[in-house]
């Protein structure tokens, strides 16, 4: 209490309200990968970086545009009875590995936000190829973001074999497990060994991303990759304002590129131009899905399951999945490794995504990715708001105001359909105080535990419908 030396009446304002708590954003992904620039300043002083942006113009105005196809794309002149078909083609052999800035473009389609970019290198540093150990560095460096909730390696799925693929992973999930903030989002790798059998690709995940329970609810996997609508970049390197068309080869007709097309018949060329803008681009479907996150959790709350949802700029999946093969993707009974299946449905889009569980998709606690998503929240929500109590007394005061802040920011939690039970003491416990959760040791060494429980809305997964006869009886 103040001391008055003055005669006269003062005020004194008394809080009786709670601390209160608020959400922490749990869509903010960390992209790793490779960049045509990494500048803020001066040349290459974001390399290895982390930095925020909340559009593709911040982007490329920090990390600059797609590498350039320079042999990749070509077009092809056929004859029907119809007159000239003009058809675009990829080779996917040598077509670029960098992939970020795509994936980017497909973060953005599906309603991605503000999100953090980590460029471990320039197109040119590594001869074209990707290296495990930069992704690890910029891995490294992610750690030191606090807002970070979600990891994606959008030029990973280029790595020279599955191991590396996953060893990244792995990191990545040691990492959450760690910080315990933070969700991996990753794909299924190909490997050329297994002959374009994806069942195989499949196996080989399973038998490669190692992991408890423990750490694999800390991830996700979807499957398979997408044929997308985002247009292949063959601009001349280093002006964005002009495309390359002497890279973009003839086939089947009188011209040798495209550049000579155009001096040859100016129909013909924009007709090719066209037909390469609509040769589909494959690109891993992580990128795509952390949008989806964003989406979902800004419309309705991460606890909401990411799914029947359509991707947007879409084609359609790289395989067509049917229910019989998805049952061994949803359902592994071996390892628990649940595979979450992008399907198409006739009529209702051509990439709806057709899963919910997490890596640790056997266990019935962290099965569902909205359920370790809504943890991750809370959890890093109440550790935040509660660090104000840190050397306060530990005293019934101090820990009625702990209870009844956390009891507040669940209530709201559970009205707003996050936690399950027609009254909050169905859908939550607080608990704190001494011979409770502490003991005197507990509070002589300087320890205010409080538990907290939480029962969290999960997806309908299964819909059973009982059909049956009904005898006909006559009145």
């Known amino acids: 209490m103040p001391e008055h ?26 992209f790793i990968g490779y960049t045509e620039k990494a500048r803020y300043m001066e040349e ?73 970019i980590t460029s471990v290198g320039d197109y040119q540093s590594t001869g074209g190829g990707i290296v495990e150990q930069d992704l690890l560095g910029g891995l490294a460096e992610v750690a030191k973001v606090d807002e970070v909730t979600l990891l994606v390696f959008p030029d990973a799925i280029n790595l020279a074999n599955a191991d590396e693929y996953y ?47 423990n750490d694999l609810k800390y991830a996700a996997v979807y499957f398979p990759r997408i044929l997308t609508g985002v247009n292949f970049n063959y601009k001349v390197p280093g002006d964005q304002s002009q495309d390359n068309d002497e890279s973009v080869t003839v086939t089947g007709g009188a011209a040798g590129t495209l550049a000579e097309l155009k001096t040859i018949n100016n129909a013909w060329y924009f007709q090719a131009k066209s037909a390469i803008n609509d040769i589909p681009m494959l690109l891993p479907a992580s990128s795509a899905m952390v949008g989806i996150y964003a989406q979902v959790d800004g419309s309705r709350g991460v606890w909401k399951a990411p799914a029947n949802i359509n991707i947007n700029n879409v084609i359609q999946p790289q395989f067509l999945i049917t229910r019989l093969q ?23 889009g051509p990439a709806i995504v057709w899963g919910a569980r997490t890596l640790a998709g056997n266990d019935n606690e962290w099965r569902y990715i909205s359920v370790r998503r809504f943890f991750n929240m809370v959890e890093e929500s109440v550790k935040k708001a509660t660090g104000q109590f840190v050397f306060e007394p530990n005293d019934s005061n101090t820990r009625t105001r702990v209870k009844s802040m956390i009891d507040n920011y669940l209530t ?54 009982r059909f049956m006869h009904k005898m006909f009886e006559k009145s």
């Open 44 to 116: 290459n002083d974001l390399r290895n970086k982390p930095q925020r942006i909340k559009s593709l113009l911040e982007y490329e105005q920090f990390f600059g545009f797609p590498d350039p196809e320079k042999e990749s794309l070509s077009v092809a002149f056929t004859t029907s009875g119809a007159g000239v078909k003009i058809i675009g083609k990829l080779d996917e052999a040598k077509r670029s590995k960098f992939l970020m800035y795509y994936s980017l473009q497909m973060f953005f389609d599906n309603g991605g936000g503000p999100c953090w």
């Open 326 to 348: 998805q049952e061994e993707l949803n359902v592994d009974t071996k390892t628990g490794k649940s595979i979450n299946v992008i399907r198409k449905f006739e009529g209702r």
């Open 5 to 30: 030396k003055t005669p006269g009446v003062y005020i004194e304002e008394i809080s009786r309200f709670p601390t209160s708590i608020e959400s922490v954003e749990t869509a903010i992904p960390a």
């Open 412 to 465: 709201r939690q559970w009205m707003a359909g996050a936690l399950m039970g027609s009254r909050t003491v169905e859908a939550f416990f607080v608990k704190v105080g001494l011979g409770e959760t502490m003991t005197v040791l507990d509070i002589e060494e300087g320890r205010m535990i409080v538990e907290i429980g939480m029962a969290v809305v999960r997806p309908v997964e299964f819909t059973i419908l």
């Open 167 to 213: 060893d990244v992973h792995r990191a990545a999930i040691e990492q959450c497990v760690l910080l315990r903030d933070r969700f991996v989002v990753l794909d299924v790798y190909h490997s050329e060994d297994n002959g374009g059998r994806w069942q195989a690709d499949i196996q080989l995940l399973r038998d490669t991303l190692s992991g408890t329970t």
